[in-house]
C-alpha cells in the first residue's frame, strides 16, 4: 500500500462504493504473479496450456456479447459538447458520473477488488504517466502486469504527486445494455463496467494511452498516437527511426516486428513499440517519440511464422490468449496458423469444432497478451526516457483500390492532410460491419479525447516547435487488381517500401511529382530479386486512376462535413489544391 494519501483515500470511496468482499493491492511481484494465475485456474478463467509448447501460457474465452471494442457505448465526458467534437460520443460528467455510480454501486459484492498501480512509458521519462486501476476482473489483472510496468515502480514514479489516472472497472454482469465507457479527460479519470475484453477495460491501453493523454498531449504540447515506432538498422550500423499509424488489424504489428528479406541481408528492423507513441518536440528541434506500454495485446488470425515470425516467437511463453481455439491437448490454434487445422478442437465459444464447421474456430478478432521482453528484436531504446528521434512518420489503411503503395507528402501541413483523410476497410477489431470503407484520421477517429478539428489543429501547430520535422507518407499494402488479387506481396518485402522510404529521409534517392505526392522512380525502388513483380508492377501498384480519385474526394467530404465548423483552414485549401493537381 502506498503512502499517496491521495491514492488512498480515493481507493477508500471507491471500495465504499463498490462493496468488495476484499481489497487486493497489487505489488507486480513473481510471487504475486503465480498465486493469482494459480486463483484464475481454480476459477475457471484461465486454462493453462500444454507447457513443453507453450511454456506460461494460458487460454481465456470471453463473454460471446463482448469480443471487441464498442465504439457505441464509449463516451467523451467533457463540459461541454463541443469540447468532444461531433466524432465522438459525448455526456455531460455529473449525468455520466451519476450512471456509472448508480451501476457501481455494491457492484462488487462477493468480489475481490485489485489496485493495480501501473506505469505508462520509461521510468523518469518527462512523458510518462501513472494510473491506479481498480478492477474485480482476475483478467484484467494478469493483462495489465504484462501491458504496463505494474506495481511498486509506478508509486515511486509517482511519490506524492496527485496527477495520477484514476481507473474503475466492475465487471457487472457482463450485459451489453449496461456497458459504458466513459473518459473524463478534465478529471484525468476512466470508468469502465458491463465489459471484460481487453480494449474496454486494460485502462492504461486505448482509453488512457490515447483518449485521455490526446487530451493531455494537447494542453502540455505533445502527441499521444496510435502508432508504431520501429527503428531501421543498415549494415553499416546507420539507425532510423520512424512511426507508423495504421486501423487495428491492418498489419500494424507485422509492420512493427518485420524481418527483412534475403535480399537485404545485414538490414535489421528493431522494434520500439507495435501500438501506441506518445511524441513530443525536442530541444534540437527534432520529433521523439516513447512507447508508453510494456506489451503486446495483438490479432491472433493470421500471424504465423510467414507473416510475422518475431511475433510468433514473442508468444511462445508466458501470454495470454484470449478467444483462440483450444485443442484437447492443451494447445491454441486460429485460421491462418503454420500447419493444417486440428481434426477436432474446441472453437473460441467452447463448442465443438472440426474443418468441416462451418465457423471460424478463432474469433476474427482473438488476441494474444505478451511481454514486449519476449521479442528478439526489441529496441535497446525501448526504455530511453527521452525517447528516439522520428524521421518518418508513416499513414496506413486497407484499401483495395484507389490508393497507391507509397508516396510521400510534398510538405508537413499536405502530410497532414494525408493522415486527416485516411480510409480504410473496417475489421473485426471493432463491432459493426466489416469491409465497408470509413474515414480514420490518423488511426485516431474511435482514440482521440476531444473534438477532431482541434486535434488536426494540433498536428499542425506542432510545426512551429520542429526545426527537422519528419518527412511524411502514406502507404497501402492492400490493393488489389480486377480479380481480386494483390498487387503487393507484402509482409517482408514491405521492407523495399520502408528501404525508399529511409532513403528519401536521407536524401539518398530521387521521386516523381505526381496530384497524390512524390512517388518512386523504378530506378530509387529495390526491385532485385523479386520474382515476377519488376518496373511495370511497380507501375500498377503506383498508378494513379483519376476517375477513383474525383470520388475519393468527393467521399472525404463525409467526414469533413461533420466538423466542419471545427476544421482548420489549411485542410480545406489541401483539398482544393488536390482538386487542382487532378
Known amino acids: 500500500m502506498p503512502e499517496n494519501s491521495t491514492v ?13 468482499d476484499q481489497v487486493f493491492w497489487c505489488d507486480g511481484s513473481e510471487e504475486e504473479k503465480k498465486t493469482l494465475e494459480r486463483l484464475a485456474v481454480e476459477k475457471g478463467l484461465l486454462t493453462p496450456l500444454n507447457p513443453s509448447r507453450w511454456p506460461g501460457c494460458f487460454h481465456h474465452r470471453s463473454n460471446p456479447n463482448d469480443v471487441a471494442r464498442v465504439e457505441q457505448c464509449t ?42 498501480p501501473y506505469l505508462m512509458g520509461p521510468p523518469g521519462s518527462p512523458l510518462s504517466r501513472v494510473g491506479v486501476e481498480l478492477t474485480d476482473s482476475l483478467y484484467v489483472v494478469l493483462n495489465m502486469r504484462i ?11 509517482l511519490g506524492d504527486r496527485s496527477d495520477f489516472n484514476r481507473g474503475l472497472h466492475c465487471l457487472l454482469d457482463v450485459d451489453p445494455a449496461r456497458r459504458y465507457i466513459c473518459h473524463f479527460p478534465q478529471d484525468n479519470t476512466i470508468i469502465s463496467v458491463g465489459s471484460g475484453y481487453g480494449g474496454n477495460v486494460l485502462l492504461g491501453k486505448k482509453c488512457l494511452a490515447l483518449r485521455i493523454a490526446s487530451w493531455l498531449g494537447r494542453k502540455e504540447g505533445w502527441l499521444a498516437e496510435h502508432m508504431l515506432i520501429l527503428g531501421v538498422e543498415s549494415p553499416e550500423g546507420e539507425r532510423t527511426f520512424v512511426a ?23 538490414w535489421k528492423i528493431w522494434t520500439v513499440g507495435d501500438d501506441i507513441a506518445w511524441m513530443q518536440p525536442g530541444p534540437d528541434g527534432r520529433l521523439y517519440a516513447i512507447n508508453p506500454e510494456n506489451g503486446y495485446f495483438g490479432v491472433a488470425p493470421g500471424t504465423n511464422g510467414k507473416s510475422n515470425p518475431n511475433a510468433m516467437a514473442t508468444i511462445a511463453r508466458d501470454t495470454i490468449f484470449t478467444n483462440t481455439a483450444l485443442t484437447a491437448d492443451g494447445d491454441v490454434w486460429w485460421e491462418g496458423m503454420d ?31 505478451a511481454p514486449m521482453r519476449n521479442n528478439p528484436m526489441l529496441a535497446s531504446e525501448v526504455e530511453c526516457a527521452s525517447g528516439v528521434p522520428i524521421s518518418a512518420l508513416i499513414f496506413g489503411g486497407r484499401r483495395a483500390t484507389t490508393l497507391p503503395l507509397v508516396c510521400e507528402a510534398f510538405n508537413w501541413v499536405h502530410g497532414v492532410y494525408l493522415g486527416a483523410t485516411m480510409g480504410s476497410e473496417t475489421t473485426a477489431a471493432a463491432t459493426g460491419a466489416v469491409g465497408q470503407v470509413r474515414r480514420d484520421p490518423m488511426a485516431m477517429l474511435p482514440f482521440c479525447g476531444y473534438n477532431m478539428g482541434g486535434y488536426f489543429r494540433h498536428w499542425l501547430n506542432l510545426r512551429k516547435r ?18 481480386g488479387e494483390y498487387l503487393w506481396p507484402g509482409f517482408g518485402e514491405n521492407m523495399r517500401v520502408l528501404r525508399w522510404i529511409i532513403d528519401r529521409c536521407h536524401g539518398r534517392v530521387g521521386a516523381n511529382e505526381t496530384p497524390l505526392g512524390w512517388s518512386p522512380r523504378p530506378q530509387d525502388f529495390d526491385l532485385e530479386g523479386m520474382t515476377g513483380f ?17 470520388r475519393e474526394v468527393i467521399s472525404q467530404d463525409e467526414l469533413f462535413m461533420r466538423i466542419y465548423s471545427f476544421l482548420p483552414k489549411e485542410m480545406i485549401f489541401q ?5 487542382a493537381r487532378l
Not at 488512498?8 to 468488495?20: D, F, N
Not at 501491458?147 to 514514479?157: H, K, L, V
Request: net charge positive; aromatic share 10%.
Open 8 to 20: 488512498t483515500s480515493w481507493v477508500k470511496e471507491m471500495v465504499e462504493l463498490c462493496q468488495p
Open 75 to 116: 463516451y467523451i465526458c467533457t463540459e461541454t459538447e463541443e469540447e468532444a467534437g461531433p466524432t465522438n460520443n459525448w455526456m455531460a460528467p455529473a449525468s455520466a458520473y451519476r450512471i456509472l455510480k448508480n451501476l457501481a454501486r455494491g457492484g462488487m459484492k462477493g468480489r475481490t477488488l485489485y489496485v493495480i
Open 147 to 157: 501491458m504496463t510496468r505494474m506495481g511498486a515502480i509506478a508509486w515511486e514514479e
Open 244 to 266: 507508423a499509424a495504421f486501423p487495428s488489424a491492418c498489419g500494424k504489428t507485422n509492420f512493427a516486428m518485420m524481418i527483412p528479406p534475403d535480399r537485404f541481408k545485414g
Open 339 to 369: 500447419g493444417p487445422p486440428p481434426a477436432e478442437c474446441l472453437d473460441w465459444k467452447g463448442e465443438r469444432w472440426t474443418p468441416a464447421s462451418k465457423e471460424k474456430a478463432a474469433h476474427p478478432n482473438s488476441r494474444f497478451t
Open 466 to 483: 520542429m526545426k527537422f520535422p519528419p518527412r511524411i507518407f502514406q502507404v497501402n499494402w492492400f490493393r488489389k487488381g480486377a480479380e
Open 534 to 550: 519488376g518496373p511495370a508492377e511497380l507501375e500498377r501498384v503506383q498508378n494513379i486512376n483519376i476517375e477513383e480519385w474525383r
Open 575 to 579: 483539398r482544393e489544391l488536390l482538386v
